[in-house]
């Protein structure tokens, strides 16, 4: 089956099974008398998660994407499936805020020309979960870094962090998030996640202070595909702090096939209600989870490793 009839099937399916969309702030208690059903619904999900990762065609990845649409929107619709954690899931990330409002699935779907496309959704926190299909049109847009898009016209990424932010009345969710892009780049990414009045989920706003005279939503970090990026958020510190790329080749061309790492940070900190870009710093080794001794100092650029083929 082609690309773009497998992602027409996909996307038409997970929009034709959302039903009631709308995001409530009503918190309800989660009886436990699904709890049979939950494992069933689970243990049909660890099948297709593992082909979404290891079958060899992909057609047959496709086909366990498309299952994992199909089951999952059944499971998190059933009356009281908030509570049920879906924990031994390998290849799709949930994470749930600090409000405990809603939770976010993302997924990814690997094509055999070296491309990607993500999938996801957002659960409310309700006795009968309403659901929000994040459907992802971001080869559509030629700059993304500009826009605000609803959730069916999704930026898409894997998600693996979520930090609470506020701004006025007005929670923001600033999510970090992973996209494997093509066979020649990647990317990390800072979005922002929020709700309007209506209780839509929007991403994108204006919370990144640059220092430049641009309006920014979300930041995009690309670069060389064998190159490792950072990208982590210390809340100790306020800030998320990330590698800065430089051109491995020396060109002045902004090209991201280019980009690496060359040893130093830049960072975003939390103040006064945006996420402040900070210069570019240098910083003292240290331990696995310990946050950056930073040094505001001249730089001292690493040469860039690639890694080992496995």
Do not use: C
């Not at 995001?23 to 660890?46: A, G, M, V």
Request: net charge neutral; aromatic share 14%; proline share 4%.
């Amino acid at each position: 089956m082609k690309n773009h009839t497998v992602v027409f099937l996909l996307t038409t399916f997970i929009i034709s099974l959302t039903g009631n969309n709308l995001y409530s702030k009503n918190l309800l208690p989660n009886p436990n008398n699904e709890i049979n059903s939950f494992k069933i619904y689970h243990d049909s999900l660890k099948v297709y998660d593992y082909a979404l990762i290891n079958d060899s065609t992909e057609e047959l990845r496709s086909a366990a994407s498309y299952k994992i649409i199909k089951t999952l929107a059944k499971a998190l619709r059933t009356e009281g499936s908030y509570s049920y954690s879906f924990d031994s899931l390998k290849s799709i990330a949930i994470l749930t805020p600090d409000d405990n409002q809603f939770r976010i699935f993302t997924w990814q779907l690997s094509y055999d020309n070296g491309t990607y496309r993500y999938f996801g959704v957002i659960q409310t926190n309700e006795l009968h979960p309403k659901l929000q299909p994040l459907v992802d049109y971001e080869s559509f847009y030629e700059e993304p870094k500009h826009i605000i898009v609803d959730a069916d016209r999704w930026i898409g990424a894997l998600y693996y962090n979520m930090i609470s932010v506020k701004k006025g009345k007005t929670t923001y969710y600033t999510l970090l998030g992973w996209n494997a892009n093509n066979s020649i780049t990647n990317k990390k990414v800072i979005d922002i996640l929020w709700f309007d009045k209506d209780g839509k989920a929007k991403f994108g706003y204006p919370l990144f202070n640059t220092g430049k005279k641009e309006t920014i939503t979300r930041i995009i970090l690309e670069y060389k595909k064998d190159a490792v990026l950072s990208l982590n958020y210390y809340p100790d510190l306020q800030q998320i702090f990330y590698d800065h790329l430089v051109s491995l080749s020396g060109s002045s061309n902004d090209e991201a096939f280019d980009k690496v790492p060359d040893g130093t940070l830049e960072a975003y900190e939390w103040k006064k209600g945006m996420w402040n870009h900070i210069d570019v710093v240098d910083y003292e080794k240290r331990k696995d989870g310990e946050a950056p001794n930073v040094i505001r100092d001249k730089q001292k650029p690493q040469l860039y490793q690639p890694l080992q083929k496995r």
